[in-house]
């Protein structure tokens, strides 16, 4: 069974930082990309950032120059780096990843989310 575990959400001045960390465990064949979407009260949920096996990164036009992802594939675990961190950037942050298990085909995985909360 494939699971995605997030840690590191909480409360946050804005202006601060924040890390999110997502590891995933489980028997998992190959790992195609991994990302961060989050959802705001009352909004859809949307992509913050993604990152590909070989390293390539997308962000959304909202977060660029404040977050950065990254992520350690022998770990399996992918990184939010979040910096001036501003009232918008409130959400739940979800751990995405785009993968082979060993027992079954390519999917979406899903973590259960991380509360985000950015307020003086």
């Known amino acids: 069974q494939v699971q995605l575990v997030e840690s590191g959400g909480g409360l946050v001045q804005p202006g601060g930082s924040l890390m999110l960390s997502c590891a995933a465990s489980?028997?998992?064949?190959?790992?195609?990309?991994m990302g961060w979407y989050r959802q705001a009260p009352g909004k859809q949920r949307e992509l913050a950032a993604r990152?590909?096996?070989?390293?390539?990164?997308n962000y959304a036009d909202s977060v660029k120059g404040r977050f950065t992802i990254s992520r350690d594939n022998a770990k399996i675990t992918v990184y939010l780096q979040m910096n001036n961190v501003k009232p918008e950037d409130t959400a739940v942050y979800y751990c995405?990843?785009?993968?082979?298990?060993?027992?079954?085909?390519?999917?979406?995985?899903w973590g259960q989310g991380t509360q985000v909360t950015v307020s003086s």
């Open positions: 995405n990843a785009d993968l082979r298990p060993s027992y079954r085909d390519r999917d979406d995985y």
């Open positions: 489980g028997s998992i064949s190959s790992i195609y990309s």
């Open positions: 990152i590909t096996h070989g390293g390539s990164t």
